[in-house]
């Protein structure tokens, strides 16, 4: 049973606990250092002197709990100090708890007597074994659950506990946040301190100074304003400075004399939110809805303190009798007279009659912006009024002003003067596709009042015809699209349109040409078909078929070797192929080729398939050069010597022939050898000799000239 009221204590908690926990935090703390682990305060009754505190942190409190606190009081002019209490004070033990349990078990003696619910809070507070919401976090830091509740069991205890004891005097005393010391004398100053547990007062770790002369001032707030209308009246006060003495509360009194029969009219007391730097956080209001027609009402506001006391009262603050409106006006007619002038008529609730003091007539261009007045305060007997300037479209409201400066308003009622006169075309000025593809058109704004709206209008060519693409009522001289950029078509066309109140439409503009923000890369060239001859190697490729390529990169390589060198570039036209003869070639040697396409927007194409060509080789070689033969009679030897520069060479052969024995290879020398002494021969005979080269690839050159040696 006791788990359940307090279950219940705490839904009630719920929905108040994080704007309580803000507020009166921001209250505390504007009233006392933060830094400090305990608020303290006294209060002078003249014949006794109340002590109150509250703890600023939950392992604080907690220490509190387990070890209480002890009070000293010190006579300044004594300079004597007494203990106060023989034990530590510490929060209603557990006799106390099981007698208020007792109590909520036995419904009869519940029906009896009426137990404060806050200290019924305060008591689970201290008592964590009987705490509905306890977690096994072992971690003691704050924490939030998604319904704006602390889920850390410490923190939430506190902070339930601060509250209860906050808000109820008797849940206070059951915590042992309030102290009353009955044993002082009047006319006497005194310091009490405050120590944990058994401490001596040196190590007090909160002091208060208080005089018993007097009795402590009530401060008393101050009304400044009323504002009332036909459903309310609200009240501003000036706040009691929370430096002179704590008030976290407030309650309004109201009566229909001024000198007494003062009810309370709030349910609860009002809380003060903040206290910061801005003026209107020094202010409080109420709206009293409890009005009633043709009264008179006065106000008082009185503070609560820390310690559950009021302050003193303001003085009465009267409300003047009330006497609001209660229909709204209607707007009859808005007639336009020869498309000049607009005549509004409007009448109200007989009703009101005695309340209205005035009528104003507001206009506007459209029917949800600013109304501005066009007339003066009309007689409540004036029900008519003429705008002699208006636009081509207006909006008009009439406001009946009642004698309690309350205000009810017509509902808007449009007004049109015939017009049949288009805007002049617009002229765009520039557009521009950027990379995420959404086109910026710039264009002169019209002079027109009554525009209205505008289109766009675009083609993929020249030559298309255009279609509406957007229409928007925002006029504005710079206007949006947004193109897709995977596609290949490269331009867009865009005209505007704009149009006035009425729909005439204006001729269109000039036409401008967008380039779409490129982000596809061409197609590359396909080869097509080779020739290889004594000449070179000669290529044909048909060229990208992208409409913005602009050049062609022809790579070469041979076929053993690692890395790709750009062999030449080529600018593209409109032709379909393209030839192109490679001499840098070696004969008999393998070369590959591959082409990339670049195109207006530096975007390269993937390599086209990997061309291989051999170089043409007939197998001739160039024929050796000064090549002699000299005979040697007297040793019967003859020489031979010739030059060569060609690289590759594999050997030379030198033939030998005579009258008898056709040529044939006579020996074969090194491809650095350049010369060759023939000692086989025979006097009586006639020699033939040729030489020649041979090459690794299996090329040759030509033989040499025949050379004659008769001996």
Not at 233 to 258: C, Q
Not at 334 to 340: C, D, L, P, T
Not at 537 to 547: E, H, K, P, Q
């Amino acid at each position: 049973m006791v788990k359940n009221v307090i279950k219940k204590e705490m839904n009630y908690f719920k929905y108040i606990s994080c704007v309580l926990f803000i507020s009166c935090y921001a209250l505390l703390s504007s009233a006392q250092d933060m830094s400090k682990p305990i608020w303290f305060y006294t209060k002078s009754y003249k014949d006794s002197v109340a002590l109150r505190w509250h703890f600023n942190d939950a392992n604080t409190w907690k220490e509190y709990i387990d070890k209480g606190v002890t009070i000293y009081r010190k006579d300044v002019t004594t300079g004597t100090t007494i203990r106060i209490n023989e034990e530590p004070l510490k929060p209603f033990t557990d006799s106390v708890w099981v007698q208020y349990e007792y109590y909520y078990k036995d419904t009869s003696l519940t029906k009896k007597r009426d137990i404060d619910q806050n200290t019924i809070i305060a008591l689970a507070m201290q008592h964590p074994e009987l705490f509905p919401y306890t977690t096994n976090r072992s971690n003691e830091s704050t924490a939030v659950s998604s319904e704006g509740m602390f889920t850390d069991t410490l923190l939430m205890r506190h902070f339930f506990h601060t509250m209860a004891c906050f808000s109820s005097k008797e849940a206070g005393i059951v915590g042992m946040l309030y102290f009353l010391d009955d044993e002082v004398e009047k006319n006497k100053t005194y310091e009490y301190s405050l120590v944990m547990g058994n401490n001596k007062v040196e190590k007090s770790f909160a002091r208060s100074t208080i005089s018993t002369t007097t009795a402590s001032t009530k401060f008393k707030p101050t009304i400044v304003y009323d504002y009332t209308n036909r459903r309310k009246s609200s009240i501003k006060w000036k706040k009691i400075d929370t430096t002179l003495t704590f008030v976290a509360f407030y309650n309004i009194y109201r009566s229909e004399t001024k000198d007494k029969g003062y009810v309370k009219i709030n349910d609860q007391p009002q809380l003060s939110i903040f206290k910061n730097e801005a003026a209107d956080s020094l202010y409080m209001f109420y709206a009293d809805t409890t009005l009633e027609k043709g009264k008179t009402y006065y106000y008082k506001v009185v503070g609560l303190d820390i310690f559950w006391e009021e302050t003193g009262y303001s003085d009465p603050y009267v409300v003047r009798e009330v006497s609001y409106l209660v229909n709204e006006p209607r707007i009859e007619s808005a007639i336009v007279v020869g498309r000049k002038v607009t005549d509004i008529t409007w009448s109200f609730n007989p009703i009101d009659k005695e309340s209205v003091v005035a009528f104003r007539v507001y206009r506007s261009e459209s029917f949800d912006t600013l109304y501005t007045p066009i007339s003066k305060d009309l007689s409540p007997n004036v029900l008519t009024f003429r705008d002699e300037q208006p636009g081509l479209d207006m909006y008009y409201k009439v406001a009946m002003i009642g004698a309690a400066k309350d205000t009810l308003w017509t509902f808007p009622n449009y007004a049109h003067i015939p017009d049949s006169i288009a805007p002049v075309a617009p002229v765009i000025l520039s557009a521009l596709c950027d990379s995420t593809g959404v086109v910026t058109i710039k264009w002169k704004h019209n002079n027109e009042k009554d525009l209205f709206a505008y289109k766009i209008f675009k083609a993929n060519h020249l030559k298309d015809e255009f279609s509406g693409v957007y229409m928007s009522e925002k006029i504005d001289s710079l206007v949006y699209d947004t193109l897709s950029l995977n596609t290949t078509s490269e331009d867009v066309y865009y005209m505007l349109q704009l149009l006035d109140k009425t729909y005439n439409e204006s001729v269109f503009s000039n036409v401008v040409k967008v380039k779409r923000y490129d982000i596809i890369p061409p197609t590359a060239g396909v080869f097509y078909s080779f020739t290889t001859d004594d000449k070179g190697i000669s290529l044909t490729w048909a060229n990208s078929s992208s409409r913005d390529a602009v050049k062609t990169i022809l790579y070469r390589k041979y076929q053993d070797e690692m890395n790709w060198h750009v062999h030449k570039t080529f600018v593209n036209d409109t032709a379909v192929f393209k030839t192109y003869l490679d001499t840098a070639v070696v004969k008999g040697q393998w070369y590959e080729y591959k082409l990339q396409t670049v195109d207006d927007n530096n975007l390269s194409s993937d390599f086209s398939n990997v061309f291989p060509v051999r170089a043409y080789d007939s197998g001739r070689r160039p024929p050796l050069k000064n090549v002699k033969v000299e005979l040697n009679k007297k040793k019967q030897t003859v020489k031979l010597s010739w030059q060569y520069n060609e690289t590759k060479v594999l050997y030379f052969q030198v033939f030998r022939g005579n009258e008898k024995v056709p040529l044939s290879i006579l020996e074969s020398t090194d491809p650095n050898v350049y010369e060759l002494y023939d000692m086989k021969i025979a006097p009586g005979h006639r020699y033939i000799y040729r030489v020649k080269a041979v090459f690794k690839d299996g090329g040759e050159s030509p033989f040499s000239e025949a050379f004659i040696i008769e001996l």
